[in-house]
């Protein structure tokens, strides 16, 4: 599953999603889904948890992947973009890699490809498709 914070971080949402369905993993997408919304994402847990892994993208701070590291059991990719008023994603790198949340691990900023690509790996580790 990949998921972004805000419409803002589509596109990098986008190039994950993108990478790990041409190496032939089947993807769910869920954006707009941020924590000033939580509502949002509190909706979509069914289909979150049942995936293998979740890319989760954010911008500004970030902190989509620490909650959704608390809310799933399967590891979760966190994606900084560098959109909006954040340093140009340095303030999103650096929360995700102080995430507290066991199981999440953090690719460079704006690195769908490199999300998409690992998400792939696990997938298939994990003896989806």
Do not use: W
Request: aromatic share 4%.
């Amino acid at each position: 599953t990949v998921c972004s914070a805000g419409t803002a971080d589509i596109p990098v949402a986008e190039e994950a999603a993108q990478t790990a369905e041409f190496f032939g993993t089947y993807v769910d997408r869920i954006y707009d889904v941020g924590v000033s919304g939580l509502h949002r994402l509190l909706s979509k847990m069914e289909v979150i948890q049942k995936a293998n892994c979740v890319v989760a993208v954010a911008g500004m701070e970030g902190a989509l992947a620490s909650v959704l590291g608390g809310l799933v059991k399967n590891p979760v990719i966190a994606v900084p973009t560098s959109v909006g008023a954040s340093m140009g994603g340095l303030s999103a790198l650096l929360t995700m890699i102080n995430s507290c949340a066991n199981g999440v691990t953090v690719v460079n900023i704006d690195n769908g490809f490199g999300a998409g690509y690992v998400a792939t790996q696990i997938n298939r580790l994990a003896g989806g498709k």
